[in-house]
Each structure stands twice: as C-alpha cells, then as structure tokens.
C-alpha cells in the first residue's frame, strides 16, 4: 500500500516562484481597475488625516535609483499608515520649470529660439514636461507606488502658477520682497542668476597672485610708496577692485624685502613671506587695523583710488590679512563697499565677457582674461607673485561649468526681515535624523537674501508691472488679477499679452500721467515655484491640508526644497509647512562610490524590475540604513531575492497547510491551544508590537531583519520543522493540527499585512489565495492586532528556557552527525541528564518532546547518571545514541514497535491507528 496518499500533505496554488517580472505588471493592471486608490481613500475617509506631501522631482529623463528609493520610502509609510488608523492621501507631483527643459529642446531637440517669440517656445518647453511627466508616471506605478496617479500636482498647471502668484504678492505685502543690485551667483553658461541650492563644489585649477598696491596717500600711519599685498584666485576681478579691506583688531607688519616695504598682517607675515619667496626680510614696523582705516592705495592697473576699509569678514586663515574688494563681485565686498560709499562696478556681462569698463581686457571671457591680467600686473611691477592652485569652486549644478559672483538688478526675498520665525519654525519641527535640524539651522542662520529672478523663459513670471517712472508696482489688485489671469489660462498670457492687457480694467498709478505701463521680463527660481507648494498644493486640494506631517526627500534637500518650503511657508503663513522632516542618503554602487555612465556603474531600477521584480528593488529598500548614503548591485541584490524567497516560501508552506482549514469552524479558542501553539503566538505578537513600532518610527531595517528573523528562526527553524509530524501525519481533525493550524492562520494573516506596505504585489497575490477573507485586497486591510494569549508571561519565559536547552540538543545532534553516529535527526535516540531546573521544565511540558526535537526516542534521566562520554552544556549533559526499531514507512520516525500490527506491517502503532480513522472516513 503506499501510504503517501495517506498523508495530510501541503496544497496550494501559490506558486513557489515570484515570477515577478511578469506577474507584477498584471497585477498593477487589476488594481488600476479596481481604482484600488480611490477605494483605499474612501475606506479610511473618516480617519484622521495623515500627509505626506510628495517633493516633486524634475520632469527629465528616466528615473534613478535615487529616484525609486525616494518613492518606495514614501508608498511604505502612506500604504502602512492607511492601514493603520489614518487617511493617507498620497498626491505625487512634478517641478516643471527651469534650464534643463530649455537645454534638452535647444540641444537635444535642436529647437531655434531665435526663430520664435517667447511665447511660441514656452509651448514648446510645456510639451516636452508633460511627455517626461508621462514616461516617469509609468516608471513610478511599475514600483508599486501607489497614489492619484490621474491627478498629480504640476508646477506649470494654470491652478499651481495662480497660487504661486499669491504666494510672492502676500510676501510682497508683508514687505519680504524688493529689486537690487547686488551681487549674486551667476552662470554664465546658463546665462542667469542661481540660487544657492543650485550651486554644487567640484574642483577648479586657478591661478593664485598676490599683488602690492602703492600707498597713495598714508594718512601719516604708512608711507607713500609702501604697498599692501593683497591676494587672490581671481584674478579677473581686479579690474573691478576698489578697495582694501583690512580687520580692525589684528595687528599688521611693514616688512622690508630690499629696497620695498610691504604691508600684511603680523600672523600672516611668515606664510606670505614663504609663498612670495622672501628669503631675507624685516619687520620695520607694526601698526592695528583700525589705524589703517582711509588710507588711499591706488589701483596698480588703472591708477584710480582704492580705499583701505574695516572689515570684520576678514581672517588670518589665508592670503595676507588685506582683502581684494570689488563690491560688484562677492557678497562681503559689496556689504562694505556700501558701508564706505563704493560704487558696484561689475566690468563682465551676463555670458561672463569682460565689458568696456575694464580698459584692455574688453570682449575676453573672464577666465580667459585672467592671464592676460596677470601679465599685465607683471609688467607694472605690481604682481609679487603666481602660482596655481586646486581647490574647491562653485559650479553650475546643470551645466557643470564654473559659476561667478557679479552684481545685476535682481529680485530677492528678504530673510533677514523673518529669519528668528524661520529658526523658530525650525525648533518647533521633528526632524529625523535629530542633525538635520542643525543643518537646516545653521542654513537659515547663516544664509544672506534669496535671489528669487532669473533670466530665462521657461517658468512663472515675476508678476510686477513698471510705471513710466520706473517704479515697480506689486499691489493686491495687480497680484489677485494676475494669479486669477494665470488660473484661466496659465502663465503663458504673460508673455502674449502687453503689459495694459494684463492689467485689471480702468487701472491708473500715478507714475504713469500717460497711462503706459511695461512688465518684468523676469521668471522665478525654481525653488519659488516648489517653494510654493503648501499653498498650490496643501491649500490647494480638498484632499490635503497644511502643515502636511511629513516631507521625505534626500539629504540634498536641506539646501533645497526644505529650504525654500521653509521660507515661503513662514512668509506668509508664520509656520513650517511640515510637522516633520525626514532625510534620506544617495545610492552608491556596490564599492560605495557614485554612479556615474562613464564609470558603468549605474543601477538602472527599470532593468532591475525587468530581472528581478519590484518588490525586490522595495525590499533592498527596507534593508538598508537608508539615512545614510546606500549601496546597491547586483550582488546586493541577489542576496535581497534570497530573503524575499524564504519570506514567500514561509507563506506558501503556511497556506499549503491550510488547505482544510476553515477558521469559523476548526480554529481552536485560544486558551485551548497546546502551549507550544500559544509560545508562537506569543512570538508573533512581538513581532507585531516590533514591527509596528518600526513602521511608526520608519526604522524599515528593523521591519526587514524582523520578518526574516522570525520566518528563519522562529517558524522555519523551529515551529515549521516539528509541525510536519502533525499537521502531515495526524488525521485531519486532531486537536494538535488543528491547534497548529490555528496558529498557521494568524500567523499567515499577520506576516501578509505586516510585509503589504513593502511587498503590496506578493502580498496581495498571496491575499488573492486566502479564502475566508472579505476584503478584496490586503491593501483595504489594518494592520493585524496582538491576540491575548492567558499566562503570557509564564508561558514564553518557560519556552524560552526551553529553546535555550533545545539549541543544546541541536549541538549535540550535529556532532553526533559529524561522528557518524546518526543521519538525519530522526535516527537518534536522545537521552537527557539535564540539571534541576531543567529537568522541572521538561516535566511540567505537556507537548511531546521528542517531536518538539524531531527525534525518534527521547529518554530523560537524573543528572548523576550521566556517562563520561556524555556532551556537557550550560542546561546539563546528554548523549546521542542510534534509536533502535525500524523506520515506519509513513513518518519516518523509527520505533520498536513498527509491525505491532499486522494489518500495517510497515508503520508505527500510532500511524496505523490514524491510518486505520483515516481508511474508515
């Protein structure tokens, strides 16, 4: 007879491979039908609100891996906080506007802006967005994100621009906003002003020359004809130098070098005289700061005045302690220059081209004049010397090319007017990681005004109109018709239209008698327009509200979108538009370093989807420290697919032994389960207290290591292991299987909704084999809740102790393997000569221990009777011997009293009396 048939064996149509790559998108497919968004939001739609406000990536290209850690870190906190007694509306977005659209149309799309008006090439711009939009959509939905797909948020949307307006003309009201002329960074190779969010350090070669300026006039504290050395690295800015500026508190040294006298400051006197090649020098004289204040130097180019100024922005880190001033050209020179009454000369125009207030040097590109300066100091005696160094330098984060500071007419947003609600914002914000909220402090404590234009055609216009006077004109009349102009038709009516045509009717200012009006041809920054967000978004939408609970976006956005949110927000409304802020690191490849195409290191999500599946990539998600900077490969991630198959062999092997199991009619009340069944649910109530816990304070490591700790160790290692000798072997209604199957379910229900929100596809496939569940989807589930086991307490610390002697027994089974001695564990008679305690705790165990060991005979004995080869451990000694009988055909197990009944010659009396129930039904 074979027995096989008798044997209560797995079933299940849950297949063993994910088969992901093909299976995921069908399933996105089915929820896309299922409208599963809408019906998730109307479940929960009388929870309390949870917002999670999306950052909006750049509307260019195909998505990266920075890219899908972002949005898969986002779905687990929105799926797992709708599970949870929230409403989580999830509305992605788009930042839409700015050079790199430009770029990829007159480069890469050979698009003629010369050939069209504005308004012509906006459209074009407008176009390209919402193809980039479609294709990045598609790519965010096949990593299972889950949100209002159909709806997203778009900077360039008429009802986004109106609200943006609002946005600049309530800060404008407030008095944050204001024209000057300043110096700011500017790109030359993107020809515009750029916020600090769009500067990024790369490593420049640049000439260093220290140049002596003649005393003109001494003012009786130095000599006529000595002369302060100043230095740079930039030397182009020295035609457009005016001044010196010196610290008043430090002390300065006339040295005498040969016939010349040169004046630096005291603690620099060494270094300077080092790198200027000064062998032999003394100091004749020394004089403070403060007494240099006036002094005329004159300029060693051009003969014109330079004046010796009091600074507090300069050091002794470097140069000489006299600082090159050209208040057109850095952010303290100009803050002097106007102290002291300087003019803001900015000799290079916006493509970075020496202009005809640098006599000799007209029409070269700055750094091509540098040379051509330097020879010049050279030959007027003034250059003391040049060398080249490499050093950090701001670049163009978009073009990559170097950046200037120059002086232009611009439009900022005033901080300093709000700075201390900003900082107190600031305080009053959870942030995680805690340093973030010193990063973005020390930010906002240290950073000068915004400079809120810039010179391009793609993006929201400045909404101010000029009178015939010159003055700017920024009311609440011109901001409500503007911003209601831009909801009608977008913001494109701004460059179609004149300036009286954008007007409300009958408007009259009294700067303009004739009735003329122009417009700013400016558009904001970028960081404006998603800046602006709480209000076009937050505000905006019935589904949201303001302050959202969290903003998650990379580390880099602290100089970034943190910021400008930051600002905006306290600028009208007088609080964060966030509750908290949590950062994330960059993904790396596999060695750690960047990645890059001409490295060919570059972890494409789409081609790992495409391999792997998207839950793996959401997996490698939750393993990884992601505050940190994270490393992804294929190594990585292969080991990640190992885990995800033991967790989705875990549940296969649970539903397989479901098959006949009903829970309205064979589960087994608590309180009567076997207290080996009521140890596991204990085990899996930690686990849910743990994995919530993780979840709520989005520690997703802890979520990953958890499940797969408890899948290896607790249920494959030890529940999973023994069980097969019941739920196999016992007749189907057994109290024991039944027992454990009741366990099985609670466990298979918990590990499904507790991994949904970081694998949503597996676990709904696995829901979809579920019977007696009512919901379509675990997505339209809560998270699972602890079950009240009677004795807890009592009862895990007694199994506890119990695994502690049990990983004993596995010590001495394996080296009884290694002997020889046995095969597998269930040749092995077992014999226990355990200590006191342990010898209690096996009695009072009601359980068949030598199945909880998967042993075939198990014999316990007084600790004195211990043999000397017996293997000695912590919880007593034992020995391991082969177990005498035969194997029974159906259980494997061996026992001497296999054939006891000759009707089953071949199986133990226990398998033969259930063999014998089971032929009678």
Same mark, same amino acid.
């Given at each position: 007879?074979?027995?096989?048939?008798?044997?209560?064996?797995?079933?299940?149509?849950?297949?063993?491979?994910?088969?992901?790559?093909?299976? @995921?998108?069908?399933?996105?497919?089915?929820?896309? @039908?299922?409208?599963?968004?809408?019906?998730?939001?109307?479940?929960?739609?009388? %929870?309390?609100?949870?917002?999670?406000?999306?950052?909006?990536?750049?509307?260019?290209?195909?998505?990266?891996?920075?890219?899908?850690?972002?949005?898969?870190?986002?779905?687990?906190?929105?799926? $797992?906080?709708?599970?949870?007694?929230?409403?989580?509306?999830?509305?992605?977005?788009?930042?839409?506007?700015?050079?790199?659209?430009?770029?990829?149309?007159?480069?890469?799309?050979?698009?003629?802006?010369?050939?069209?008006?504005?308004?012509?090439?906006?459209?074009?711009?407008?176009?390209?967005?919402?193809?980039?939009?479609?294709?990045?959509?598609?790519?965010?939905?096949?990593?299972?994100?889950?949100?209002?797909?159909?709806?997203?948020?778009?900077?360039?949307?008429? &009802?986004?621009?109106?609200?943006?307006?609002?946005?600049?003309?309530?800060?404008?009201?407030?008095?944050?906003?204001?024209?000057?002329?300043?110096?700011?960074?500017?790109?030359?190779?993107?020809?515009?002003?750029?916020?600090?969010?769009?500067?990024?350090?790369?490593?420049?070669?640049?000439?260093?020359?220290?140049?002596?300026?003649?005393?003109?006039?001494?003012?009786?504290?130095?000599?006529?004809?000595?002369?302060?050395?100043?230095?740079?690295?930039?030397?182009?800015?020295?035609?457009?130098?005016?001044?010196?500026?010196?610290?008043?508190?430090?002390?300065?040294?006339?040295?005498?070098?040969?016939?010349?006298?040169?004046?630096?400051?005291?603690?620099?006197? &060494?270094?300077?005289?080092?790198?200027?090649?000064?062998?032999?020098?003394?100091?004749?004289?020394?004089?403070?700061?403060?007494?240099?204040?006036?002094?005329?130097?004159?300029?060693?180019? /051009?003969?014109?005045?330079?004046?010796?100024?009091?600074?507090?922005?300069?050091?002794? +880190?470097?140069?000489?302690?006299?600082?090159?001033?050209?208040?057109?050209?850095?952010?303290?020179?100009?803050?002097?220059?106007?102290? $002291?009454?300087?003019?803001?000369?900015?000799?290079?125009?916006?493509?970075?081209?020496? !202009?005809?207030?640098?006599?000799?040097?007209?029409?070269?590109?700055?750094?091509?004049? *540098?040379?051509?300066?330097?020879?010049?100091?050279?030959?007027?005696?003034?250059?003391?010397?040049?060398?080249?160094?490499?050093?950090?330098?701001?670049?163009?984060?978009?073009?990559?090319?170097?950046?200037?500071?120059?002086?232009?007419?611009?439009?900022?947003?005033?901080?300093?007017?709000?700075?201390?609600?900003?900082?107190?914002?600031?305080?009053?914000?959870?942030?995680?990681?805690?340093?973030?909220?010193?990063?973005?402090?020390?930010?906002?404590?240290?950073?000068?005004?915004?400079?809120?234009?810039?010179? %391009?055609?793609?993006?929201?216009?400045?909404?101010?109109?000029?009178?015939?006077?010159?003055?700017?004109?920024?009311?609440?009349?011109?901001?409500?018709?503007?911003?209601?102009?831009?909801?009608?038709?977008?913001?494109?009516?701004?460059? &179609?239209?004149?300036?009286?045509?954008?007007?409300?009717?009958?408007?009259?200012?009294?700067?303009?008698?004739?009735? !003329?009006?122009?417009?700013?041809?400016?558009?904001?920054?970028?960081?404006?327009?998603?800046?602006?967000?709480?209000?076009?978004?937050?505000?905006?939408?019935?589904?949201?509200?303001?302050?959202?609970?969290?903003?998650?976006?990379?580390?880099?956005?602290?100089?970034?979108?943190?910021?400008?949110?930051?600002?905006?927000?306290?600028?009208? !409304?007088?609080?964060?538009?966030?509750?908290?802020?949590?950062?994330?690191?960059?993904?790396?490849?596999?060695?750690?370093?960047?990645?890059?195409?001409?490295?060919?290191?570059?972890?494409?999500?789409?081609?790992?989807?495409?391999?792997?599946?998207?839950?793996?990539?959401?997996?490698?998600?939750?393993?990884?420290?992601?505050?940190?900077?994270?490393?992804?490969?294929?190594?990585?991630?292969?080991?990640?697919?190992?885990?995800?198959?033991?967790?989705?062999?875990?549940?296969?092997?649970?539903?397989?032994?479901?098959?006949?199991?009903?829970?309205?009619? *064979?589960?087994? +009340?608590?309180?009567?389960?076997?207290?080996?069944?009521?140890?596991?649910?204990?085990?899996?109530?930690?686990?849910?207290?743990?994995?919530?816990?993780?979840?709520? &304070?989005?520690?997703?490591?802890?979520?990953?290591?958890?499940?797969?700790?408890?899948?290896?160790?607790?249920?494959?290692?030890?529940?999973?292991?023994?069980?097969?000798?019941?739920?196999?072997?016992?007749?189907?209604?057994?109290?024991?299987?039944?027992?454990?199957?009741?366990?099985?379910?609670?466990?298979?229900?918990?590990?499904?909704?507790?991994?949904?929100?970081?694998?949503?596809? !597996?676990?709904?496939?696995?829901?979809?084999?579920?019977?007696?569940?009512?919901?379509?989807?675990?997505?339209?589930?809560?998270?699972?809740?602890?079950?009240?086991?009677?004795?807890?307490?009592?009862?895990?610390?007694?199994?506890?102790?119990?695994?502690?002697?049990?990983?004993?027994?596995?010590?001495?089974?394996?080296?009884? %393997?290694?002997?020889?001695?046995?095969?597998?564990? =269930?040749?092995?008679?077992?014999?226990?000569?355990?200590?006191?305690?342990?010898?209690?705790? =096996?009695?009072?165990?009601?359980?068949?221990?030598?199945?909880?060991?998967?042993?075939?005979?198990?014999?316990?004995?007084?600790?004195?009777?211990?043999?000397?080869?017996?293997?000695?451990?912590?919880?007593?000694?034992?020995?391991?011997?082969?177990?005498?009988?035969?194997?029974?055909?159906?259980?494997?197990?061996?026992?001497?009293?296999?054939?006891?009944?000759?009707? /089953?010659?071949?199986?133990?009396?226990?398998?033969?009396?259930?063999?014998?129930?089971?032929?009678?039904?």
């Amino acid at each position: 007879m074979d027995y096989k048939d008798t044997l209560l064996m797995p079933k299940t149509d849950f297949p063993m491979r994910g088969n992901l790559p093909n299976r @995921e998108p069908d399933m996105q497919k089915d929820w896309e @039908e299922q409208d599963i968004y809408r019906l998730v939001q109307e479940r929960t739609k009388d %929870r309390p609100k949870f917002v999670l406000h999306d950052g909006p990536p750049y509307a260019n290209g195909d998505i990266h891996m920075g890219h899908a850690l972002n949005k898969i870190l986002k779905d687990f906190i929105v799926r $797992y906080k709708s599970m949870s007694g929230y409403n989580a509306p999830y509305v992605p977005g788009w930042d839409t506007h700015g050079l790199p659209i430009e770029t990829a149309l007159t480069k890469n799309k050979k698009v003629n802006r010369k050939e069209m008006s504005v308004a012509e090439f906006r459209k074009l711009c407008e176009e390209y967005a919402w193809k980039q939009i479609e294709g990045q959509r598609e790519q965010f939905k096949r990593l299972g994100v889950r949100g209002d797909w159909e709806n997203p948020y778009v900077t360039l949307k008429p &009802e986004y621009e109106a609200q943006q307006i609002r946005v600049f003309g309530e800060m404008a009201k407030r008095g944050y906003i204001y024209k000057g002329l300043k110096p700011v960074n500017w790109s030359p190779s993107s020809e515009s002003a750029l916020a600090e969010a769009e500067i990024e350090y790369q490593d420049k070669r640049s000439a260093s020359i220290y140049v002596a300026f003649g005393v003109k006039d001494g003012k009786g504290v130095l000599e006529n004809g000595e002369r302060i050395i100043i230095w740079t690295t930039t030397p182009w800015t020295i035609p457009a130098n005016l001044g010196i500026s010196v610290h008043p508190d430090l002390e300065y040294s006339v040295i005498a070098v040969g016939e010349d006298r040169f004046v630096v400051a005291s603690a620099l006197v &060494e270094s300077v005289a080092s790198a200027c090649g000064f062998d032999q020098y003394e100091v004749t004289r020394t004089v403070k700061g403060k007494d240099l204040e006036n002094i005329i130097a004159e300029h060693p180019l /051009y003969g014109r005045d330079s004046l010796v100024m009091l600074g507090e922005h300069v050091t002794t +880190d470097a140069g000489t302690g006299c600082v090159h001033t050209a208040p057109g050209h850095g952010e303290d020179d100009f803050i002097i220059g106007q102290k $002291y009454g300087l003019d803001v000369l900015c000799p290079v125009d916006e493509k970075g081209v020496m !202009t005809s207030e640098a006599p000799g040097f007209e029409g070269m590109f700055y750094d091509d004049a *540098n040379k051509a300066i330097t020879q010049q100091l050279d030959e007027k005696g003034a250059l003391v010397k040049l060398e080249f160094i490499t050093h950090s330098y701001p670049h163009d984060w978009r073009t990559k090319k170097p950046t200037i500071f120059r002086a232009t007419a611009q439009w900022f947003a005033s901080i300093k007017d709000f700075r201390s609600d900003l900082l107190d914002a600031i305080k009053e914000t959870k942030w995680v990681p805690e340093w973030g909220e010193q990063r973005l402090h020390n930010m906002v404590r240290d950073r000068g005004d915004w400079c809120i234009s810039r010179q %391009r055609a793609w993006g929201v216009p400045i909404p101010v109109f000029y009178a015939e006077n010159g003055e700017p004109i920024i009311t609440d009349e011109t901001i409500e018709h503007v911003s209601e102009l831009f909801r009608q038709h977008g913001s494109n009516i701004w460059f &179609e239209k004149e300036a009286k045509d954008l007007l409300p009717e009958g408007f009259t200012h009294p700067g303009s008698p004739n009735g !003329t009006f122009t417009k700013e041809q400016d558009i904001m920054d970028v960081w404006f327009d998603s800046g602006s967000s709480h209000q076009a978004v937050l505000e905006e939408r019935d589904d949201l509200v303001r302050p959202a609970d969290l903003y998650l976006e990379g580390s880099d956005q602290y100089r970034g979108w943190f910021n400008s949110s930051l600002s905006t927000a306290v600028a009208v !409304t007088g609080k964060a538009p966030y509750k908290g802020v949590l950062s994330h690191g960059f993904a790396l490849d596999g060695e750690g370093r960047k990645m890059s195409k001409s490295i060919g290191n570059v972890v494409v999500p789409a081609k790992v989807m495409k391999q792997l599946g998207a839950d793996i990539l959401r997996l490698w998600v939750s393993s990884v420290d992601y505050q940190a900077d994270v490393r992804v490969s294929d190594a990585i991630l292969k080991q990640v697919a190992e885990v995800y198959r033991k967790v989705r062999n875990t549940f296969r092997f649970l539903h397989g032994n479901l098959f006949d199991f009903n829970p309205s009619v *064979n589960a087994v +009340d608590v309180k009567d389960l076997r207290e080996v069944d009521q140890y596991m649910l204990i085990k899996l109530n930690k686990l849910i207290d743990k994995v919530k816990k993780a979840y709520d &304070e989005y520690e997703f490591a802890v979520v990953y290591h958890s499940i797969h700790n408890f899948c290896t160790i607790e249920l494959s290692s030890f529940y999973l292991d023994f069980a097969k000798d019941v739920v196999y072997i016992e007749h189907a209604d057994h109290p024991d299987r039944r027992s454990m199957q009741t366990v099985f379910y609670e466990t298979l229900l918990a590990l499904v909704k507790l991994t949904a929100p970081i694998l949503p596809h !597996t676990a709904d496939e696995m829901w979809s084999h579920l019977s007696f569940v009512e919901e379509a989807s675990v997505q339209l589930t809560d998270m699972p809740e602890t079950i009240a086991v009677p004795d807890s307490q009592a009862t895990e610390e007694k199994f506890d102790r119990f695994m502690e002697l049990r990983n004993d027994v596995l010590k001495a089974l394996e080296t009884a %393997r290694n002997e020889k001695i046995i095969g597998r564990s =269930l040749e092995a008679s077992l014999t226990l000569y355990p200590n006191k305690e342990n010898r209690d705790l =096996l009695s009072s165990i009601k359980e068949n221990i030598a199945q909880l060991f998967i042993v075939s005979e198990l014999t316990v004995k007084d600790e004195s009777e211990a043999p000397e080869n017996a293997q000695s451990f912590t919880t007593g000694k034992m020995t391991v011997e082969k177990a005498e009988g035969q194997m029974c055909e159906r259980s494997r197990v061996i026992s001497k009293d296999v054939g006891a009944n000759p009707k /089953y010659p071949t199986l133990s009396l226990r398998n033969a009396e259930i063999v014998e129930k089971y032929y009678q039904k």
